[in-house]
């Protein structure tokens, strides 16, 4: 086998990996933007143009790529919703499927899921609406940090202005925000929807909860 073909099986096998990096900055930037603890360079520090670089040179040739097969903007932001969904749930749970199978405490199952459609998620498919009538193990997750993006925003950001540390925190500041505007729609279907494909009330509640566990626990040490 060439080198080649084992980087891409090796891609397709080691892809559900993702779920670490993004369950930590989906955490831990957050947790220590409402503590005031820096993770990131000020923005005075040459570091700082290296992270925006990176940031902005990924996002650019994504967009340049979505716009060369002639798609609008709007795919950029569903192909990067769907990639962090995904990398969240599906890959955090076939991850510790796998393990659990070498490990020999679960066998392989396969359990069929249903696939009928009825007309109003057609329709909402249609009008490129998100159903989120997915089990709880799937939203939960997503709710709860979308949940606790949104306040470390309003705690952080809160906190920065009374302070006046813009200056040292803005990249902490900015990744919450980049991920709360790019996952509206579940906002959307917490708080505004009321039609069939909202997420459940209970599990926007559940999901409440848990996040302002992680928002207490991250209050205790304030180094603002």
Known sequence: MSISQSMC???LAYSQIYFLSLYILALIPQLCLISGVRLYPEVSSPFFVGFSFVFLSAQLKHVQEVFSTRHPMRTWSNEQR???MKS???YLYAALEAVTEKLGLT???FLPTNKVVDD???KRYQMGVYDFQAPALFMLPLCSLYILNVASIMIGFGRIMQTQ???QMLIQAFIPLFATVLHFPLLEGMVVRKDKGR???SISLLS???SIIFVSFASLFNYY
């Open 9 to 11: 099986y090796a891609d």
């Open 165 to 167: 540390k813009w200056n």
């Open 208 to 210: 409440a909860v848990i």
């Open 82 to 84: 769907m990639w962090m």
């Open 199 to 201: 997420v459940s009330p």
């Open 88 to 90: 969240l749930t599906s």
């Open 107 to 109: 066998k392989a199952r």
């Open 120 to 122: 109003e998620q057609e």
